[in-house]
């Protein structure tokens, strides 16, 4: 029984270059969560998903950052034209029902980290 | 809006010792409360929550945590400390209810570091 994945674990891009980041819940849950991590930080939320359907992105800066997660297939984390300050470890969470209806946690993937050179 | 403050960034501790790393919460509501530990490059594996009952809270690895509501805290704790112990430990909360209550706030991290 997998957990969540995440792939890569490790991404370089260039400035200016478009990284994409993607998270396969686990089996059974149909909601993901994105955390974002700077160095010497805790974790920040980003974005609640669920399929097909962005339900909070609250945490997302307002450019270059978007995210989806379609019917079929893993979640993405898209980060268009990237910058230094976009390096970070982004981690996946995922949980089978709406975590604020009863469900209590979710379950973290190893995360990816960015770096921009 | 809800915060978390680990007063430490760094807790060193000799093997063998009792360790304890701080947390306090904020939060409207009634919390639930979370430890993660973090080994390096590596994700978050998690420890243990407090979501109700009792207020001393047992998780992985001998960890345990006591909820406080009257200090707003939930302070990690180990009776004897483990070389294989150090790691960056988060404290995270979030509301029981109402907008945005899936969202996890977390601190920014206390270095444990247990000395042989």
């Known amino acids: 029984n997998a957990g969540v994945m995440q792939n890569p674990r490790h991404l370089v891009r260039r400035r200016g270059q478009e990284a994409r980041l993607r998270c396969s819940p686990m089996?059974?849950?149909?909601?993901v969560y994105w955390y974002r991590q700077l160095p010497e930080e805790g974790l920040k939320f980003m974005v609640y998903?669920?399929?097909?359907?962005?339900?909070?992105e609250s945490g997302m800066p307002k450019e270059r950052f978007s995210a989806e997660f379609p019917k079929e297939g893993p979640s993405i984390l898209r980060i268009q034209q990237v910058v230094r300050g976009d390096s970070a470890a982004y981690f996946c969470?995922?949980?089978?029902?709406?975590?604020?209806?009863?469900?209590?946690?979710?379950?973290f993937g190893s995360g990816t980290r960015l770096t921009v050179v | 809006a809800q915060s978390v403050a680990q007063p430490e960034d760094q807790v060193n501790v000799a093997e063998g010792n009792p360790l304890t790393v701080k947390c306090t919460y904020s939060?409207?509501?009634?919390?639930?409360l979370f430890w993660y530990v973090q080994y390096p490059n590596r994700g978050l594996q998690f420890l243990l929550k407090y979501i109700t009952g009792d207020n001393l809270v047992k998780g992985s690895y001998g960890f345990e945590a006591e909820f406080n509501k009257s200090q707003t805290s939930f302070h990690l704790k180990k009776p004897s400390a483990l070389v294989s112990d150090s790691a960056l430990y988060f404290c995270?909360?979030?509301?029981?209810?109402?907008?945005?209550?899936?969202?996890?706030?977390f601190g920014k991290g206390t270095k444990l570091s247990v000395i042989p």
């Open positions: 969470a995922s949980s089978p029902v709406p975590t604020h209806k009863g469900y209590y946690g979710y379950t």
């Open positions: 998903l669920q399929k097909e359907n962005i339900i909070d």
């Open positions: 995270a909360v979030r509301a029981n209810s109402g907008a945005g209550s899936y969202q996890l706030t």
């Open positions: 089996k059974g849950h149909s909601h």
């Open positions: 939060v409207s509501g009634n919390p639930y």
